[in-house]
């Protein structure tokens, strides 16, 4: 029997998705849950491998087991072992074609980013930082050259394993909530770093550094060195994976940002 499952999870507690030497990566912390409920090993594959410190509010990966539990029995099971940083939010028998990474037809992350003169200290390590005022209108513009389809290879790790730095964006909004800057993508898949790449580059034109049209010279030239540094993790999360044939819950359900606004970061 496949299953599927959403999991969140707190970035910075951990070494990262992947499965390493030594431990201490989310996948070895899900696994090792999994198979302490199951009391059989349990191998698991993710939509999408993220970095230490990045954050999920929706990941999604799949398993194979032959315990018959309900599902709400696999929550509860699996969330007794996780420590207190990832939780399991459903579970949802799937056909044995799925696949959480290769079944997927896009991925949505935002970037949390705090724009004010000092570092965050209740945000530490869930936001990033600038300290700069930055010009939201200026990167809205930047930004719409990175809609439709194009080699990111200017925005992309060096350790990058992707078979082609080709992708389709079908979505960049960037918005400000009082001190906070949201920035949202929604692609087809993306490159190690990518979202990061994407966001100091912005930045760079946010503070006035570089101009709306350097990041469409950037793009068409898809050299990396000619982008930005990439941003830390700090503020970076998997909010959601889209499959056309599955019908998974939401990471909206759980979207922070009306949190933050009632904790005074108005929408502007």
């Not at 030497?21 to 491998?49: N, W």
């Not at 949505?108 to 945000?123: E, F, S």
């Not at 100091?200 to 060195?225: A, F, M, N």
């Not at 909206?252 to 940002?257: A, C, G, K, R, S």
């Amino acid at each position: 029997m496949r299953l599927a499952l959403g999991l969140e999870y707190d970035g910075s507690c951990f070494r990262g998705w992947q499965q390493q030497p030594g431990g201490g990566t989310v996948q070895d912390a899900l696994q090792e849950a999994l198979s302490q409920f199951a009391v059989a090993p349990i191998k698991v594959i993710c939509a999408g491998r993220t970095d230490a410190g990045v954050h999920a509010l929706g990941q999604i990966v799949h398993f194979d087991t032959d315990l018959q539990r309900l599902p709400h029995a696999w929550i509860r099971g699996a969330n007794t072992f996780l420590p207190p940083a990832v939780a399991v939010r459903w579970v949802q028998a799937v056909s044995d074609n799925f696949h959480a990474r290769a079944s997927a037809c896009a991925r949505h992350y935002r970037y949390v980013l705090i724009n004010r003169a000092y570092r965050p200290g209740v945000w530490h390590r869930r936001i990033g930082w600038y300290h700069h005022r930055l010009d939201v209108a200026a990167m809205r513009t930047a930004a719409a050259c990175l809609l439709g389809e194009h080699d990111f290879s200017a925005f992309r790790a060096a350790e990058c394993q992707a078979v082609s730095p080709v992708k389709t964006m079908h979505r960049v909004d960037i918005r400000r909530l009082g001190e906070l800057i949201v920035f949202d993508f929604e692609a087809s898949a993306f490159l190690h770093h990518m979202v990061r790449n994407l966001v100091g580059s912005l930045v760079c034109i946010g503070q006035g550094k570089k101009s709306p049209d350097w990041l469409t010279e950037v793009l068409l030239h898809g050299d990396r060195r000619q982008a930005a540094a990439t941003f830390p993790p700090d503020g970076l999360y998997l909010m959601e994976v889209k499959y056309a044939d599955w019908d998974f819950p939401s990471a909206d359900e759980i979207d922070f940002l009306p949190a933050l606004t009632a904790l005074g970061f108005p929408e502007q």
